[in-house]
DNA sequence: ATCTATTTCTTCGCTATTGTTGAATTAATT
DNA sequence: AATTAATTCAACAATAGCGAAGAAATAGAT
């Protein structure tokens, strides 16, 4: 039961579709994001897994919005980043940021 | 045995440790490195497993070394970064500046 | 010389956590 | 009852992680 004490790729990159999103981030919108940033398919369950994973964990916390009027309105789960989970992300920022600063260019690079 | 289209954080560091240390890339000095960045302690098993994973999905690859003449001087096995490698972590740096553009600042963030 | 201890580095086996998928469920509207 | 939007579930595959075993070399004693 130990738990990572980083945030993995997958993580953050939800982590940071919760604050991109600010108050629409629910399940549907959030893999649309990913989709639209990664270029690939990203199924709900995997993005729901994760969501849950990183609610146990404290850097987001949901609430049960309002059934919406239209059809199939189920009432929807909506998701903000806590304070921690804020954090998490800067200092994974911070860290990627130094490593990659020396980074070699790719040789068919259009600069 | 579906192989995952993106580097998870391990990887990534992984990749980034081989390309700081050059021509010294080989087990041990990639655990130091990232142990060094990332503040904890790293076993070298998992390295290595995340290496022959990473030799595997052809984003590295090795050589074995001339064994050094020095107690405990066993052969290294030493390791580059292929051009598939470089263009990934290239496209995974891409994303995430991207992503990570207009983020919230920390409530007691120090400018 | 050769045997044994010590050092450095790699490989192995196993467990836990994370990521993925597809199907099932819930709750609303028509 | 059919349809739609959304979430949850169950089973599985891949990644991450750890500790111990194994292999190859030198050093020191005998």
Chains 1, 2 share one sequence.
Do not use: C
Not at 30 to 35: G, H
Not at 77 to 91: D, I, K
């Amino acid at each position: 039961m130990t738990e990572r004490s980083y945030l993995g790729e997958f993580e953050l990159v939800i982590l940071l579709a919760v604050l991109r999103l600010g108050g629409e981030a629910y399940g549907v919108p959030i893999a649309r994001e990913l989709e639209a940033h990664r270029g690939r398919d990203v199924s709900l369950g995997s993005v729901y897994a994760a969501l849950e994973r990183l609610e146990l964990k404290g850097l987001i916390r949901s609430s049960l919005g309002d059934p919406t009027p239209e059809r199939g309105g189920k009432a929807k789960r909506y998701f903000v980043v806590t304070a921690e989970g804020l954090r998490q992300v800067h200092e994974t920022r911070r860290v990627l940021t130094k490593l990659w600063r020396n980074l070699p260019a790719l040789k068919g690079e259009r600069t």
